[in-house]
């Protein structure tokens, strides 16, 4: 028997090592990036979706930062600073970050908290906004988001106990190109890997369904999700339905959610309800008082108000009058007024005329009728407003709403299950999203003039790239077929008809970027000599999953006719082997041309095949598709295999990527494999005919039979080749060339590099700042706590008895002096000072504390002690009576070792006790705790030995004379085995063995059941007429019994040991036995 467990075992442990950084690194996050409040979730192995609580214990954190006095603030506590100081405190960043200063929406912001006008200056250079914090510090709005960021990271790190990189951050579904690249900028600058922006509609409609997967079948079924939050309200339409995708060899059907139709107010939301709140409490509080400055010039007591406003606004969600309350708001003076719910609502009243109006939208861009919604499922904090919930049952004719999520967190844990999806450490069920664009893109180029249009204006072309609701993550191609020279063309949103004039405004630019192209004419010149066919341009769109267009790669295409050699016929060998070939993944030639043919992912093959005739080529019908990438990719496939077999007929060739220079080697390849071909012909014939051979004689006819066929055959292809071939078609070769492109982004300029990198290194002396003030922070309040306890303690009785008077009264002399000394330390002390301080004072009160401790935990000690010495007394006395004199258990050393270590332990701990009987509290003791506890674990030790020993023990076999009972039991035992066992023993049997040997070998694999390893110690000499009667002794019939049920078991084991090993089972001995040792119980029972 070979024993392979130590190196299972070895390989067992190295995984685990390898396996273990790896798992250090599997957290992934999700930041739900609201205006007012941030959620973040979390996933890490043992924490599937978790909610993540922020140093306050919160499940949500407000979304703000305070700078004062040279600190950094964050949540609760920066909005207090808020509170005091407004212009120190920067929130509600998500309504003007990606925008410039000039920006409608950032004079929105302006007009809504004017007190920021004082801290806004213009970024001369990028033409954005940035606040300043004092007049040397300025920060842009993508730092000041990092920062929120990189604490939300930190919260998540506690809570998961490990670093984090990956995230899935959430934006609202409205957010356009320059405001997406923002909010990765601030992600990029605090050093978070961005897996995904998700649109928050999407978040939830994941979130939603994942729990639902049961309830989705191949019909859509189609959900509105209404968010109302703190700064807008969206409506989407999203349909679920099973689909069908391919994953490498097989066909899955998975859940999809497909976004239908969008709807949104970015000004309608809880925040416009409680500055209309809070303008009228200011109304109020100068109705009351003529003075000379108003409430609204006082930005503190504005502040004051608006935290007012939103208390009492929540409270009037359930109540219908409440009263506000201010303590000196103004000068010191109070205010005090009382609200109703009726003059709430007439605040709020052009509010709510717009609640319906992003449902109507998004049915208007889904043209999906309210019937057809099987559910309106709310979203928000808004919308648990009684009035909101009134107006839109009032709408949709619903008998009600659908309220079975969580509002607050339902978008946060459906990121973060994407990010699982998208992280590298987890397997989760696939639920496909597919996500839709909101605005429109276009592509304007001017058309290149010949010689004949010198005179004409030029005529600008629009195309359509990517169209409004069209599904993301996507790819296209566009082709300008009639561009000979160096030209440019520009990006930019299309048609925006669709919105309000007042939401045109927020878009104060709708051009994107300019995009260069050089080196047109160069690569038309270059491939114009070897008469190449020119075919365009060809640009490479791709819409990632975050919902921001990218330019991958601009070339030129140039098709060329490249002569086709004649090949000689091939045999029939090769003809079966080429067939076999293409079944199994065909030539290397069509490889390549497989490959250049496959559509650009997620674009549409039929509709290329149409653009490409005309200057565009772009997919309009994906909105239509359904999986997600991989499927369109296996679509893309299927049809470039229909566009070969349309193309075999016409014996055209298909495309190759290769150079002219690289055609030669490709077709010296092809020669070379017909070549090898003809030459595996006869060698295959040769084999077969070795086979045939070695048949038997009643399949020799039909092979004479099938070498007629083969004659016959070879002599009609003989026929067939003096008739006349019909020459081969040259075959078609793409060429492409990489064409220079400069893209100019226009909506937004970009960080440059250098400033990147001096924000990155800001934010980092930041946080490293902010790390020193915690450890600050710590280490003054453990010396601060430790003062506090230790004069708490010296009060106490224990300690006063383990103590004198006068230690006692220096002790606390030196705590207040402590105290003292710690709050006059200056507010840049370091660290260290603090800690070396309370070094001391431990030290001052170490002998006072061991004092106490060893008087409360000594007599436990003792009293274990003396258990011990009793178990382990009662132990030895018990084996002494047990101990066999012929074979003993324990030597005669063991037994008076264990002995004599419990004589010596007595005596020490009744010397022990005597001795420290003398000795007062208020001194340090002799017998500490620690000694009585060595020698407990010295008896504890001797006592698992002898009891390790017992276990482990086996019994010498017993040697009698008589084999008449031996006979006896072998009967029993042959009674006791199926037929086919009898039988497989007798076939182990070595030749010459006479019939005992047979007998002795059904006893031993009988006895392999109850007898233990101590058989490794039955001498080798004994007679084979001895052997069986070892098991001579017959037990009970209990005992029996077991012993045969546990026979039958682990007989199958002990045959296939009997055919591997033959004669070597004979030899009695703990081969026989589990390597574990499992059977000694059952010896020690029977």
């Known amino acids: 028997m070979v024993w392979c467990g130590p190196p299972k075992l070895l390989l067992c442990f190295t995984l685990i090592a390898l396996c273990a950084p790896v798992m250090g690194r599997l957290a992934v996050m999700s930041i739900d990036l609201g205006g007012e409040f941030m959620k973040i979730a979390l996933v890490k192995p043992g924490v599937p979706m978790e909610i993540v609580l922020d140093k306050e214990s919160s499940r949500k954190t407000r979304s703000i930062v305070a700078f004062r006095d ?81 604490k939300a990271r930190e919260y998540a790190q506690d809570f998961a106990e490990q670093d984090i990189k990956d995230a899935v951050i959430t934006v609202p579904t409205y957010y356009n190109q320059a405001e997406r690249r923002a909010v990765l900028t601030a992600a990029e600058l605090v050093g978070i890997n961005v897996l995904q922006l998700m649109t928050d509609n999407s978040a939830v409609a994941l979130n939603y369904g994942v729990f639902r997967r049961k309830n989705f ?42 976004v239908k139709g969008v709807g949104y107010d970015r000004h309608l939301g809880g925040l416009e309800m409680t500055l209309r709140l809070r303008d009228h409490l200011a109304k109020v ?207 930019r949103y299309g048609d925006l008809d669709f919105l309000s004039e007042e939401e045109k405004k927020a878009f104060h630019t709708t051009l994107l970027s300019n995009v260069s192209l050089q080196g047109v004419d160069t690569a038309l010149s270059k491939h114009k000599q070897e008469e190449a066919e020119y075919k365009g341009v060809k640009a490479h769109f791709r819409m990632d999953e975050s919902g921001i267009l990218r330019l991958d790669k601009v070339e030129s295409v140039f098709e060329k006719q490249q002569a086709v050699e004649e090949k000689e016929d091939e045999s029939t060998w090769s003809k079966i082997g080429s067939a076999f070939g293409g079944l199994f993944g065909g030539k290397e030639g069509e490889a390549e041309e497989g490959k250049t043919e496959t559509p650009e992912e997620g674009a549409a093959p039929p509709q290329h095949a149409e653009t490409n005739q005309t200057e565009t080529r772009s997919d309009q019908s994906g909105q239509n598709q359904t999986g997600t990438d991989r499927s369109e990719q296996d679509q893309g496939s299927s049809d470039k295999a229909k566009e070969e077999k349309k193309e075999k007929p016409k014996k055209k060739g298909t495309e190759s990527t290769e150079e002219k220079a690289e055609e030669e080697p490709s077709e010296k390849k092809e020669d070379a494999a017909e070549k090898k071909e003809e030459e595996e012909k006869p060698a295959t014939e040769e084999k077969k005919s070795e086979t045939d051979g070695e048949k038997k004689e009643g399949k020799e006819e039909k092979t004479d039979e099938k070498s007629k066929d083969k004659k016959d055959k070879k002599s009609k292809e003989g026929e067939e080749k003096k008739q006349p071939e019909k020459p081969a078609a040259p075959k078609v070769v793409t060429l492409k060339e990489d064409i220079k492109a400069d893209v100019e982004v226009k909506d937004m300029m970009q960080l440059p590099k250098q400033k990147m990198k001096e924000a990155k290194q800001r934010l980092a002396t930041l946080a490293k700042k902010d790390q020193q003030k ?73 002998n006072v504390n061991l004092r106490v401790f060893e008087r409360e935990e000594r007599p436990k000690a003792l009293a274990a002690l003396k258990q011990h010495i009793n178990h382990t007394t009662v132990f030895l006395e018990t084996v002494r009576n047990m101990t066999d004199e012929e074979d003993p258990i324990f030597t005669k050393v063991e037994l008076d070792t264990m002995d004599k270590l419990i004589n010596e332990t007595t005596a020490w701990r009744d010397q022990a006790v005597k001795e420290q ?107 084979k007429d ?35 090993t033959n004669a070597e089972t004979l030899e009695i001995g703990s081969d026989d036995l589990p390597a574990d040792g499992s059977d000694t119980d059952k010896h020690t029972e029977l």
């Open 285 to 491: 509080f100068n109705s009351k008082k003529k003075r000379s400055i108003k409430v609204e010039d006082n930005h503190r007591a504005m502040a004051k108000l608006l935290k007012e406003a939103e208390r009492v606004k929540k409270v009037l969600s359930a109540n219908s009058e409440h009263k506000a309350q201010v303590e000196g708001l103004v000068e010191g003076e109070d205010f005090a007024a009382k609200v109703t719910r009726d003059e709430y609502l007439e605040l709020v009243k052009d509010l709510l005329d717009r609640v319906t109006k992003p449902m109507e939208d998004a049915l208007k861009a889904s043209e999906i009728t309210m019937p057809e919604i099987s559910e309106i499922i709310l979203m928000g904090g808004g919308s648990r407003l009684p009035k909101v919930q009134e107006l839109l049952l009032a709408y949709s004719g619903k008998s009600d709403l659908g309220k079975s999520i969580n509002t607050d967190e339902a978008a946060a844990l459906g990121a973060v299950y994407q990010a699982a999806f998208l992280g590298k450490g987890f397997k989760v069920k696939t639920f496909h999203v597919r996500d839709a664009n909101l605005f429109p893109i276009n592509v304007e180029f001017e058309k290149q003039k010949t010689a004949e249009d010198a005179g004409t204006p030029s005529r600008v072309i629009k195309r359509t790239l990517f169209g409004r609701m069209n599904p993301y993550p996507q790819k296209k191609v566009m082709t300008f077929n009639k561009h000979y020279q160096d030209f440019s063309f520009a990006v």
């Open 917 to 1023: 009987s003398k000795i007062p509290d208020h001194k340090n003791p002799t017998l500490l705790v620690e000694a009585i506890g060595a020698k407990i674990y010295a008896l504890e030790r001797e006592m698992k030995y002898l009891i390790n020993k017992a276990k482990n023990y086996r019994p010498k076999p017993k040697m009698k004379k008589e084999d008449t009972t031996t006979k006896g039991n072998t009967t029993d035992s042959d009674n006791s085995k199926t037929p086919n066992e009898t039988k497989t023993e007798e076939a182990t049997q070595p030749a010459g063995k006479d019939e005992e040997n047979e007998a002795t070998v059904e006893i031993e694999d009988e006895a392999t059941t109850t007898t233990p390893e101590s058989q490794e110690t039955a001498p080798e000499t004994e007679s």
């Open 70 to 150: 040279g600190e950094r603030t964050f949540a609760n506590e920066a909005y207090n600073t808020a509170v005091r100081f407004p212009t120190k405190a920067f929130w509600f960043l998500t309504h003007i970050i990606g925008r410039t200063y000039d920006d409608p929406l950032v004079t929105q912001f302006r007009k809504r908290f004017p007190f920021y006008d004082e801290v806004l200056v213009k970024d001369e250079e990028r033409g954005t906004i940035l606040f300043k914090e004092n007049d040397d510090t300025l920060y842009s709005a993508e730092e000041l988001l990092g920062m929120m960021l990189e």
């Open 774 to 846: 915690v450890a600050l922070e710590k280490a003054k309040n453990e010396l601060e706590g430790y003062i506090f306890d230790s004069q708490d303690k010296l009060s106490q009785e224990t300690h006063e008895a383990c103590s004198t008077e006068e230690e006692r009264t220096s002790i606390l002399q030196q705590m207040s002096e402590a105290s003292d000394w710690l709050y006059e330390q200056p507010d840049d002390a370091k660290k260290e000072v603090y800690i070396e301080k309370l070094k001391e004072l431990k030290e001052l009160m170490k």
């Open 217 to 258: 079948n191949a019909t859509a079924q189609y959900y509105m999700f209404y968010d109302m939050g703190a700064t807008s309200t969206t409506a989407s339409i999203v349909s679920y339905q099973m689909v069908k995708t391919k994953e490498g060899t097989r066909v899955e059907t998975n859940p999809q959610l497909t």
């Open 1026 to 1060: 001895e052997k069986p009667e070892e098991t001579v002794e017959k037990p009970s019939t209990d005992t029996q019994s077991k012993t045969d049920k546990t026979s039958k078991k682990k007989r199958p084991k002990k045959k296939r040991e009997q055919e591997e």
